[in-house]
């Protein structure tokens, strides 16, 4: 009997973890959401692993996920070179589209930071 209450423990101590672990996916935080930047005519709405973008009054259209580490997520294209960042910080989404190679160059996903190259777009309520 004791031993069956420390499995249960343990399974609900594992489920709990783990639970807590995907409520911090930022794809969770961005699932069903849209940013947008109506000065730059730039619009991001998430429906899970697919993004719909808008960038500088370009259609991308849709995109899927290629990639995520922390608060950073790639979204890539079929047949297109570029590749698209967006860097979540709080309610604002930092985006912007590089090559592969640029982003190879700066050492992966996890170098990536914030600059000016990056437009901010706000959360649409």
């Given amino acids: 009997m004791k031993k069956q209450i420390k499995l249960i423990k343990l399974f609900?101590?594992?489920f709990i973890v783990i639970s807590l672990i995907s409520c911090k996916n930022v794809v969770?935080?961005?699932k069903g959401k849209t940013y947008a930047n109506e000065q730059s005519a730039s619009i991001v709405a998430f429906k899970g692993k697919i993004a719909y973008i808008m960038m500088g009054g370009m259609d991308i259209g849709e995109v899927e996920l290629a990639a995520k580490y922390k608060n950073k997520l790639v979204y890539v294209k079929e047949n297109i070179d570029y590749y698209y960042i967006f860097i979540l910080e709080?309610?604002?989404l930092y985006g912007r589209y590089m090559p592969l190679y640029q982003i190879?160059?700066?050492g992966g996903i996890k170098n990536i930071e914030i600059d000016d190259s990056f437009i901010p777009l706000k959360l649409v309520k």
């Fill in 12 to 14: 609900l101590m594992i």
């Fill in 28 to 30: 969770n935080s961005v």
């Fill in 90 to 92: 709080g309610n604002t």
């Fill in 104 to 106: 190879g160059y700066m």
